[in-house]
């Protein structure tokens, strides 16, 4: 690049200029912003502040199941952009509060098994899906305070948007002191691995990496807890189908029954997803 004697004289005046401002300590503070950096030129799906207000929740999240209010267990979702009794934000966490509730109107679930509602709880789900293809790979992540009473029923979980299975749980806790990594090829084929879950209700990590496999049709998953890896399992054809990612505190069902008297609050935060690749 070639540069007039005048262009010259200009950064020669000016260089100078900085240099004297250097030395009188007089040099003007230039405020300086680092952008975010992930390996490999990752992207971000949903950035780690995602939780910090309700104006940026409403840019990433939606209340509720995908489907609705209703699922396997006895609690019924409710919230909505007024109504924060059961989804609410505060200091950048995520609590999903479950309360018990009589009478409610329908009596049972909508969904199949159709049990009983006992109590009023959230659930939210990303806005974004999450497809794996042989061309991108995903990192979900975040740290969660879970109950671990039985009756409690919280999840971390990917399931599908066409039709069920596949499903993925990142966290799932079944009213024990455990965490639970499934992935569900079929109701039948199931893999699962417990890892010890702490009582005191203490925040820990937890992150699923996914990857297609070579043949094109399987997707790997390593899931971990604290940043070590606990276990590996594969998704078979889970390559190109997209899945919701939902977060949510469900009751009773296959966490054992009765549930808690009391209030139950399941914790979310730091929470971030990112993509390799296209």
Known sequence: MLFSSKLKATFALTAAALYLAFLRGTLPCIPTYIPTYHPHGATTVIPSNSLSSYSTFESFWVNLYPWGSDHNGSARMVGNSTDHSHIALASSTLSL?????????????????????????????????????????????????????????????????????????????KGTANNWFNTFDTSSIVKSTLVSWPTDLSFHALKAVLTAESNGADVKIDFYMDNVLQTTQYGQGFVGQPLWLIINLQMEGSSGSPGPSVTTTFKVRNLEVTRSGS
């Open 97 to 173: 509060i479950a309360t018990p509730t009589s009478n409610a109107v329908p009596p049972t679930s909508t969904a199949n098994p159709n049990p009983a509602i006992h109590y009023a709880s959230g659930a939210i789900h990303a806005q974004a899906q999450i497809t794996v293809t042989s061309a991108n790979a995903y990192t979900i992540s975040g740290e969660f305070s879970s109950p671990t009473a039985v009756g409690t029923w919280p999840a971390f979980w990917l399931t599908a948007v066409n039709s069920w299975p596949p499903e993925i749980d990142i966290g799932e806790w």
